[in-house]
C-alpha cells in the first residue's frame, strides 16, 4: 500500500513542476516525501515480511519516479536532453538483458553499485530540484548545510563504530564535488550533477556487459527474436523521445511523453518477474507496443520537420494509447505470477 501510494503520488510532482513559485515549492515537498516513503515500505517489509507484488513494485518505483522528476528537468531546459536518453537508455537495456537472462536461468544479482546508483540519482533529483527553486545564489546556503552535515556525520559514525558508514562517506563526498561546483554557474553546475548521476548508472551496468554476456553465451546459442526486439526498442525509445525533448514540444505532449517511458519501466520489472518463470511476452506482442509507439513518435519527428508540427500532439497520445492498451495487456496476462498467495488470502479475506 506504501509503495503504491508513492507510485500515484508522482503525476502530482510533474504538475506541480510546471507551476512556477509555489507550485515547484510543493513539487519539491512532495518529491522529498516519496523518496522518504521508500524507507517506510522497507521498514515494514523487514518487520511484517515481504510480499512478492511489493518486492517487485518497488524497485520500479524507484525507476519511475526517476523518469518523472528528470523528464521535466531536461524538457524545461535545467539539463541538457541528451542525459535523458544516456539515462534511461540504461535502465531499459538492462531490463532487456536481465530479461534474456533470466529465460536462460541466469540470475544476475543486485551490486552495491547498482543500489548506489539508486541514490546517486534521488540524491542528484533533489539537488537539481533545490537548485531550480532557490536560485544560483539562494543554493550556497544548502550545500554548505549538506556538506557540513555530512562530513560530520561520516567523521562521527568513524569515531564512534571505527568503520566507515559508505552511504554517509559518498554523501560527505558527492556534497564537496557540489561546493567544488558551485562557482561554475547553474547550467553547467547543473550539467556536472547529471553527469555524476550517470557514471555510477553505468558503472553499474558493467557486470550485465561483461559477465552476463558471458554467461549468456554459455547457456545459449544466441540471442532471440524476441530478446532482440527488446534490445531494439530499449535503444530506439529514449532516442525518439529525447528527440521529441529537442523540439520542444508542449507540456501537455511533454506528460506523454513521461507516461510512455514510466510504463515501459514497469512493464519491462514486471516481464522480468514473467521471465523467472519462462512466461514473458513474445516477440510479436512486445514489438507490437514497444516499437509500435516507437514508430509514432518517429512519425511525429518526421512530420514536424515536414512542416505539420500539429500533429505531434496527435502521434504522441496515440503512441499512449498503444502504451495503455499493451500495458493493461500484459499485466493481466501475467497477474498470477505478480500477486502472491498471501496477497490473494488477504485480498478474499
Not at 194 to 219: C, N
Request: no cysteine; charged share 10%.
Amino acid at each position: 500500500m506504501v509503495t503504491f501510494a508513492r507510485v500515484f503520488a508522482m503525476p502530482l510532482v510533474v504538475y506541480f513542476f510546471y507551476q512556477p513559485g509555489a507550485g515547484q515549492a510543493i513539487a519539491l515537498a512532495l518529491g522529498i516525501l516519496v523518496g522518504a516513503t521508500d524507507f517506510v515500505d522497507g521498514w515494514l517489509a523487514r518487520r511484517q515480511g515481504p510480499t512478492l507484488l511489493g518486492g517487485l513494485i518497488d524497485p520500479i518505483a524507484d525507476k519511475v519516479f526517476v523518469a518523472v522528476v528528470y523528464m521535466p528537468f531536461a524538457h524545461a531546459g535545467y539539463v541538457p536532453r541528451w542525459t535523458i536518453a544516456a539515462l534511461f537508455t540504461r535502465e531499459l537495456l538492462i531490463t532487456a538483458l536481465r530479461t534474456a537472462y533470466l529465460l536462460r536461468g541466469v540470475n544476475m544479482k543486485t551490486s552495491y553499485l547498482g543500489k548506489l546508483k539508486t541514490w546517486f540519482q534521488m540524491q542528484g533529483a533533489g539537488m537539481i530540484f533545490t537548485w531550480i527553486l532557490v536560485g544560483h545564489e539562494g543554493m550556497w546556503i544548502p550545500i554548505v548545510v549538506m556538506t557540513a552535515l555530512s562530513v560530520t556525520g561520516t567523521l562521527v559514525h568513524f569515531a564512534i563504530k571505527r568503520t566507515l558508514w559508505r552511504g554517509m562517506l559518498m554523501w560527505a563526498m558527492t556534497s564537496l564535488l557540489f561546493l567544488a561546483i558551485y562557482d561554475w554557474g547553474q547550467y553547467a553546475a547543473l550539467t556536472a550533477t547529471v553527469v555524476l548521476v550517470l557514471i555510477p548508472t553505468w558503472l553499474s551496468a558493467a557486470d550485465y556487459f561483461i559477465g552476463g554476456i558471458r554467461q549468456l553465451r554459455l547457456a545459449s546459442q544466441g540471442l532471440l527474436a524476441a530478446d532482440r526486439v527488446r534490445i531494439a526498442a530499449s535503444l530506439a525509445l529514449p532516442a525518439a523521445i529525447t528527440w521529441l525533448l529537442y523540439l520542444d514540444v508542449h507540456v501537455t505532449s511533454a506528460w506523454g511523453l513521461v507516461f510512455i517511458l514510466s510504463s515501459e519501466l514497469a512493464i519491462g520489472g514486471l516481464d522480468n518477474l514473467l521471465a523467472a518463470h519462462a512466461a514473458t511476452a513474445s516477440a510479436k506482442n512486445w514489438g507490437a507496443r514497444t516499437l509500435g509507439s516507437v514508430a509514432l513518435l518517429a512519425a511525429a519527428i518526421a512530420l514536424h520537420y515536414a512542416g505539420t508540427p500539429g500533429a505531434t500532439p496527435w502521434l504522441i497520445w496515440s503512441a499512449v494509447g498503444i502504451t495503455i492498451a499493451g500495458g493493461t495487456f500484459e499485466f493481466a496476462r501475467g497477474a498470477d505470477y505478480y500477486l502472491d498467495k498471501r496477497v490473494r488470502a488477504a485480498a478474499m479475506r
